[in-house]
């Protein structure tokens, strides 16, 4: 039990293209999703907390309007990168939890902004 | 700020032997507690939790992890490892706030020499 998808799992695009990215728990609703950066070698950097039926709470630095997410159903969170830049390319990661503490991890979504 | 360090970056052993990978956090609060394992190409999966009770936390493949309240930290042990632990291994932490956020250690890397 406890899995989570994500999609696409590999996207290239131009530069100042936008991209989607598909977060899904498939066997649990999840109230909360969160949206992660990897870096190469690196550890995960939280980017947003995403609740049901409302607006995303975004870390410090984190541009709001250029890494959109909406979170439509308990079983369904979004990322969108607007206007994607070549530094935007990264390792993204989602999770969702339950009503627990215990968040559970999307193979994640390799991106490259060329 | 609250902080979790992982100070072994990099770890090699050979098979059989025993294994402890250090996590310390800075936090006053009551804490929850997580390892968690990726292996190469694959995404983070729960290794164990600690939310409350025990603190010797027995989890997955044999490992097993140790909450010790006075030290802040949650460190995390096999005692013979194989050749598929070869992965990253990442402590992660939950200030029990509600939030359902973690705080991502660095993350150790470990290979295991055949």
């Known amino acids: 039990g406890a899995v989570v998808s994500q999609h696409p799992s590999w996207v290239i695009c131009k530069s100042g293209t936008s991209v989607k990215i598909e977060c899904r728990s498939l066997?649990?609703?999840?109230?909360?999703m969160f949206w992660y950066r990897q870096f190469p070698k690196q550890s995960l950097m939280l980017m947003a907390t995403?609740?049901?039926?409302?607006?995303?709470?975004?870390e410090q630095g984190v541009e709001k309007d250029k890494f959109l997410i909406n979170h439509a159903s308990l079983t369904l969170s979004t990322l969108t990168v607007t206007s994607a830049h070549p530094e935007d390319s990264s390792f993204y990661i989602c999770?969702?939890?339950?009503?627990?503490?215990?968040?559970?991890f999307g193979p994640g979504t390799r991106l490259t902004v060329l | 700020a609250q902080s979790v360090s992982q100070h072994n970056h990099h770890v090699i052993l050979s098979e059989a032997a025993s294994l402890e990978l250090g996590c310390n956090y800075s936090?006053?609060?009551?804490?929850?507690l997580f390892w968690y394992v990726q292996y190469p190409g694959q995404h983070l999966q729960l290794l164990l939790k600690?939310?409350?009770?025990?603190?010797l936390v027995k989890g997955i493949k044999g490992f097993e992890a140790e909450f010790i309240k006075s030290k802040f930290s949650f460190n995390l042990r096999k005692p013979s490892v194989q050749w598929s632990d070869t992965a990253e291994y990442f402590c992660?932490?939950?200030?029990?706030?509600?939030?359902?956020?973690?705080?991502f250690g660095t993350g150790t890397r470990l290979k295991v020499l055949a």
């Open positions: 066997d649990f609703q999840a109230t909360t």
């Open positions: 600690y939310f409350s009770g025990d603190p």
């Open positions: 999770s969702a939890s339950p009503l627990t503490d215990t968040q559970y």
């Open positions: 936090y006053g609060g009551t804490v929850n």
């Open positions: 995403s609740n049901e039926g409302s607006k995303a709470t975004y």
């Open positions: 992660a932490v939950n200030a029990n706030s509600g939030t359902y956020k973690y705080i």
